[in-house]
C-alpha cells in the first residue's frame, strides 16, 4: 500500500523525529504573551500533543526538539497544517498569523504543570438546576424524542437539540467551553455533553423544552462521558474521562453527583516508566456486566472498570498499545476495537472474557475510528471498519471468530480514498444503509476536505464522493477588533444517521463568527434533502441521535 505526503508531511515527519533545522535564539514572551499563548495551547493544542507536550496523537513538543527546529519552521506547521492530521490553523483563519508565531515561540518554553483538582474542589462547581423530584415523571411532549439529535456547537460551548423527524430546532442550552461529545443514558432520557474544561452537563430529554438539570466541573480538561448500561443499572451513574488531572470520575446518572475519583497515573505498559500524563480517552458502557471499557492514552492500558460497588470498583487493567484514543463495539457488542495511533494499530477487546483479543496492525497511519462503522458481509461475514488520520486507507476486520475464524482479527480488505494524505476522522453507517460514509476534514487540500466519501457496504468501495454545496465552504472576510480576517469553514465533519437510517446527517465545521450548517441527506439516493441553518447554527460538530446512541448503533 502506497503512502502518498506532501512537503508539509516532510516537514511534521521531521517533527516527529527531531529533525535538526536552524537553531532559534533564546525565545522571551510577556506576562500577557504567556497567558494568551497558555489559553491557545489549552484549547487547541493540548489535545492532541499533551498538557505536559510528551506528544499523543500529535509528536512531542519538548524544547529539546522545538528550540532546534526553530519560529518560522514551527510557524509555518502551525499555519498550514500537515497532511498527517495536523490542522492548518492559520490558513483555515482560526488563528492570526500572529498567534500562530506566538504558538511557535510558546512551545519552545519549558512546559508547566497544570493545577490538580480534589473532591471538594468539584462539589463547589455541583449545580442540581431541577431536582429529581421536580422533574417529569413520563415524557412531556409529543414529539418523537428518541428521534432527537443533540448537536455539539463546539466553539460557543452549546448543545442544540434538533426533532430529526421535523427537522426544527428544539432548544439550545449550554454546556462546557469547546463542548466536545454527547452521549445518552440507557433509557435515551438523558443526555450528557462534556466540554474540554471537564464540565459535565445532563439534559432531561422528556421536558417539553429539554434543558439541563444539572452541572458540574469535575477536571480541567476532559474529552469522555458514558453512562451505566448494564441491566439494574440503567440510567444510575455517568462517568467522566478527564485528560487533566489524569482520572475516572464517577457520578449520580440524575444530579451528578460525584461520587468517587480513580486517578490513572500509571507506567506505560511496555517500558514501566510512570507518567504523570496518563489520559483517560474513550469509554464505553457494557450492556451486559456493569463495566465500562476505559482506555488510558499514554500507558496503553485498556481498563475494564467494574461500577456494581462505585466506591470500591474492581479494575481489570489489559496491557494493549500505545496511545489509545477512540473506538467503538463491534456487531455482536462483545468485542471492542480501539485505535493504538501511536503504534498504528487496533485493540480488540474481548469484554465478556476480560481480555485483550488481538492487537492489529493497520495498512495506514494513524487509525482514528470515531465509533467505527459495522458491516455485515455477505462473504467476509461481521467487518468492523476504521480510517486514519495521517493516510488515505479504510481497514476493514473480521470480528466474528465464531462463525468467520479465518477472517477474525485479520484485514479483509483495505479501501485507499483517492487523493494524497489522510484527514479522516469519522466513519459512519447503520444497519438499514447500503453505505459507509466517511469525512476527512483535516486533510489540507480543500477539494478533498470538503468531500464526503460513500462506501458500498457489499463492493467495499468508494463509489461516490459527494462535494459539499460550495456556497457552505466559501471562504469568508470578517471583521475582528477592526481588522479583517479571511475564515474558511473545514468542510464536513461527522457522520451521524437518524433513527431508521434513512437520513445520514454532517455538519459543515465552520469558524464561530459565521453561522454554518447541518446538511441532511438521503442515504438511499444520497441526495441532500435538507440544509438545517439558522443564526444559531455556530461550529456544529458532533451529533448523536438518541436512539442510536442509546443503543450504540453505527
Ligand atoms: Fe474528539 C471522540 C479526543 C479533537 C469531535 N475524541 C473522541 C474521543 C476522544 C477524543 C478520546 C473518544 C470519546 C469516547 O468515545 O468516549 N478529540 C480528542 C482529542 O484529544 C482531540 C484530538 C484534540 C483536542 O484538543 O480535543 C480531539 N474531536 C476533536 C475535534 O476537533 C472534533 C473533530 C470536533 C469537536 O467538536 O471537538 C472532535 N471527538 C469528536 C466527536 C467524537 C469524538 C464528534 C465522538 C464520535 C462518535 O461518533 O461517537
Known amino acids: 500500500m502506497k503512502l502518498k505526503v506532501g512537503l508539509s508531511a516532510v516537514l511534521a515527519v521531521g517533527l516527529l523525529s527531531g529533525m535538526t533545522t536552524t537553531a ?59 497532511p498527517g492530521g495536523m490542522p492548518d490553523w492559520g490558513a483555515s483563519g482560526e488563528m492570526s498569523k500572529e498567534e500562530t508565531e506566538l504558538m511557535a515561540k510558546f512551545i519552545q518554553l519549558d512546559p508547566v504543570s497544570p493545577p490538580e483538582k480534589s473532591m471538594a474542589d468539584m462539589k463547589k462547581s455541583w449545580k442540581v438546576f431541577v431536582p429529581v423530584d421536580k422533574r417529569p415523571k413520563k415524557p412531556e411532549t409529543k414529539r418523537n424524542w428518541q428521534n432527537y439529535f443533540g448537536v455539539v456547537m463546539r466553539d460557543v460551548g452549546k448543545v442544540a437539540i434538533i426533532d430529526g423527524d421535523t427537522k426544527e430546532l428544539v432548544n439550545i442550552v449550554d454546556s462546557g467551553f469547546a463542548t466536545h461529545i454527547l452521549r445518552t443514558s440507557k433509557s435515551g432520557r438523558y443526555m450528557y455533553a462534556i466540554g474540554r474544561d471537564g464540565k459535565a452537563t445532563v439534559i432531561d430529554l422528556w421536558m417539553k423544552k429539554p434543558r439541563n438539570v444539572a452541572e458540574i466541573r469535575v477536571c480541567n480538561d476532559a474529552r469522555s462521558i458514558d453512562t451505566s448500561k448494564a441491566k439494574g443499572y440503567e440510567d444510575k451513574y455517568a462517568v467522566v474521562g478527564c485528560y487533566w488531572p489524569p482520572s475516572i470520575v464517577t457520578l449520580k446518572g440524575d444530579t451528578l453527583e460525584p461520587i468517587k475519583i480513580v486517578s490513572t497515573a500509571s507506567y506505560y505498559y511496555d517500558t514501566e516508566e510512570f507518567t504523570r500524563e496518563a489520559r483517560v480517552a474513550s469509554i464505553v458502557a457494557d450492556h451486559h456486566k456493569p463495566e465500562w471499557v476505559i482506555n488510558v492514552k499514554e500507558t496503553g492500558q485498556v481498563w475494564l472498570y467494574n461500577y456494581a460497588d462505585p466506591n470500591n470498583p474492581r479494575i481489570t487493567m489489559l496491557e494493549s498499545e500505545r496511545y489509545l484514543h477512540d473506538g467503538g463495539w463491534d456487531l455482536s457488542k462483545r468485542y471492542f476495537l480501539v485505535a493504538a495511533n501511536a503504534r498504528n494499530k487496533v485493540v480488540a477487546v474481548d469484554t465478556k472474557e476480560g481480555k485483550v483479543e488481538a492487537i492489529i496492525p493497520t495498512s495506514g497511519v494513524k487509525p482514528h475510528p470515531g465509533r467505527g462503522a459495522n458491516v455485515d458481509h455477505p462473504k467476509y461475514g461481521p467487518l468492523w471498519a476504521t480510517g486514519h488520520i495521517g493516510s488515505h486507507h479504510i481497514d476493514f476486520i473480521g470480528t466474528d471468530p465464531d462463525n468467520h475464524p479465518k477472517n477474525a482479527w485479520k484485514i479483509v480488505k483495505t479501501i485507499e480514498l483517492p487523493g494524497d494524505g489522510g484527514g479522516n476522522l469519522f466513519i459512519k453507517t447503520h444497519p438499514n444503509c447500503n453505505y459507509l460514509i466517511a469525512d476527512r476534514p483535516v486533510n489540507p487540500d480543500r477539494k478533498l476536505q470538503t468531500q464526503l466519501y460513500i462506501i458500498d457496504k457489499n463492493k467495499l468501495e468508494v463509489v461516490k464522493t459527494i462535494k459539499i454545496p460550495s456556497k457552505y465552504t466559501k471562504a469568508r472576510k470578517v471583521k475582528v477588533n477592526g481588522k479583517t480576517i479571511e475564515i474558511k469553514p473545514r468542510g464536513p465533519v461527522h457522520i451521524e444517521f437518524n433513527k431508521d437510517g434513512s437520513e445520514f446527517w454532517v455538519s459543515v465545521w465552520g469558524h464561530k463568527l459565521v453561522p454554518s450548517a447541518i446538511l441532511v441527506y438521503d442515504s438511499k439516493t444520497l441526495k441532500l434533502k435538507k440544509a438545517i441553518e439558522g443564526d444559531w447554527v455556530r461550529t456544529p460538530t458532533g451529533k448523536f441521535n438518541v436512539y442510536n446512541t442509546m443503543k450504540d448503533i453505527y
Open 24 to 82: 532559534s535564539a533564546s525565545v522571551k514572551l510577556s506576562k500577557e504573551e504567556m497567558k494568551k499563548a497558555t489559553q491557545i495551547y489549552f484549547d487547541r493544542c493540548a489535545g492532541c500533543h499533551g498538557m505536559l507536550r510528551k506528544g499523543a496523537l500529535g509528536p512531542n513538543l519538548l524544547p529539546e526538539k522545538t528550540r532546534s527546529m526553530g519560529t518560522e519552521v514551527l510557524a509555518t506547521i502551525i499555519y498550514g497544517g500537515t
